[in-house]
Each structure stands twice: as structure tokens, then as C-alpha cells.
Antibody, heavy 121, light 107 residues
Framework: QVHLVQSGAEVKKPGASVKVSCEAY????????ITWVRQAPGQGLEWMGW????????NYAQKIQGRVTMTRDTPRSTAYMELRSLRSDDTAVYYC??????????????WGPGTLVTVSS | AIQLTQSPSSLSASVGDRVTITCRAS??????LAWYQQKPGKPPQLLIF???SLASGVPSRFRGSGSVTDFTLTIRSLQPEDFATYYC?????????FGGGTKVEIK
């Protein structure tokens, strides 16, 4: 059964970095890309970017480009999202999601439970 | 970036009602549209992909329709477990974007 397991909640100070992990179970990790989506408290969904688990290619949202790095460890079936220079408006639940299709341009058929990242001084 | 405008932003309905939510894209996206349901404290769940294809395990009372710029999610007979927030998402072009959401509440 497909499921994604994310790392636990984080509290960070402004200017710090956070790295969230997403471990995949129940399917061949390299057959579907992983997308990261975040949701600020009481707000909607924001696409952050995508990583090909096959070759490591990435595609990031312009808004966070330069502050975000998405990587993967294929033997561990795990994807990572690192966000640097954190600001208070980065406070959100961060989700990883499996793409239904292999490309960036895909809907998401399985989601992780989310990781709350709180940025506060 | 392609903007997705959902309407209404919220609605009140009763169990058994037929509910319709619309999603309008700022430019054509062919049929590259998905619908998700999200309950409080939970991740979104895929309902519909490719505008009208039902995701695995989703009840047949959910129906998606439309193409190019105008899309609709219909819930044929609202059930208690359907009270949630619904989002559309386009995957036609970078950056992928979501609509602002429609909250379906109990009347």
C-alpha cells in the first residue's frame, strides 16, 4: 500500500534553515516524482516544486527559488526539501505528494501527512 | 502563472443536496485539471484527475466535467462525510497552481 511518511514538526528562528524528509513506501520510488506543497495556517495550497526521483531533476516555484533545494536518496526511497533563510511567512504545513505522472505536470495521488514548520523568534 | 478562480468560496448545503463547484482558469489548460478534498488537519485527497476521471476509491457521486478554461465538480447527493474544503489544481504549465478553495458546510 502506497504511503508517504514525513519527518516531525519543527520550530525555527527567522534566518534559519529547515530540512523535511518524505519516505515512500509501497511502490518503486523512482517511477513517480515527488512534489512539495505548503499550506499556511487557514490558507490554501501553494505548489513549491518537484523533483524527479529518477534523475534528480528539479523545478521550483519562482517565489522561493534560491532558498529551496529538493533532493532525493533513492536507496532510502526518501525525498528531502530544504528551505533556507526562513521568515515568519514560511510558517506552514509542508506536504510531500506523489505525482500520478512521471513529469512535473501531474496531479498528486498520494500525500504525506504533513510537517508543521513554525518560524518564530 | 495561470490563475484558477473557484466559486463559490463557501456554501451551505444539506445532506442529499446536489452541489456544484466551478473552477475557471485564466488561460486554456486543455483537460489538465484535478480536484481535491481536504478535511481539517488532513492532507488533500485526489478526487478527479484529467478533468473528469475518477480517482481510485472515490465514490461515484463525485463527477468532474469541463475543458479548456471552465470546469465543474458536482457532488450528486451530498453525504455527511463530504463536508470539507475542495480545491482545483492545474497541471498544464509551470508553475502548477491551485484554486483558492471552496468550503462546503452543513446547512
Amino acid at each position: 500500500q502506497v504511503h508517504l511518511v514525513q519527518s516531525g514538526a519543527e520550530v525555527k528562528k527567522p534566518g534559519a534553515s529547515v530540512k523535511v524528509s518524505c519516505e515512500a513506501y509501497g511502490y518503486t520510488f523512482t517511477t513517480s516524482g515527488i512534489t512539495w506543497v505548503r499550506q499556511a495556517p487557514g490558507q490554501g495550497l501553494e505548489w513549491m516544486g518537484w523533483i524527479s526521483t529518477y534523475n534528480g531533476n528539479t523545478n521550483y516555484a519562482q517565489k522561493i527559488q534560491g532558498r529551496v533545494t529538493m533532493t532525493r536518496d533513492t536507496p532510502r526511497s526518501t525525498a528531502y526539501m530544504e528551505l533556507r533563510s526562513l521568515r515568519s511567512d514560511d510558517t506552514a504545513v509542508y506536504y510531500c505528494a506523489r505525482g500520478r505522472y512521471t513529469s512535473t505536470y501531474t496531479p498528486f495521488d498520494f500525500w504525506g501527512p504533513g510537517t508543521l514548520v513554525t518560524v518564530s523568534s | 502563472a495561470i490563475q484558477l478562480t473557484q466559486s463559490p468560496s463557501s456554501l451551505s448545503a444539506s445532506v442529499g443536496d446536489r452541489v456544484t463547484i466551478t473552477c475557471r482558469a485564466s488561460q486554456g489548460i486543455t483537460s489538465a485539471l484535478a480536484w481535491y478534498q481536504q478535511k481539517p488537519g488532513k492532507p488533500p485527497q485526489l478526487l478527479i484527475f484529467d478533468a473528469s476521471s475518477l480517482a481510485s476509491g472515490v465514490p461515484s457521486r463525485f463527477r468532474g466535467s469541463g475543458s479548456v478554461t471552465d470546469f465543474t465538480l458536482t457532488i450528486r447527493s451530498l453525504q455527511p462525510e463530504d463536508f470539507a474544503t475542495y480545491y482545483c489544481q492545474q497541471f498544464n504549465s509551470y508553475p502548477l497552481t491551485f484554486g483558492g478553495g471552496t468550503k462546503v458546510e452543513i446547512k
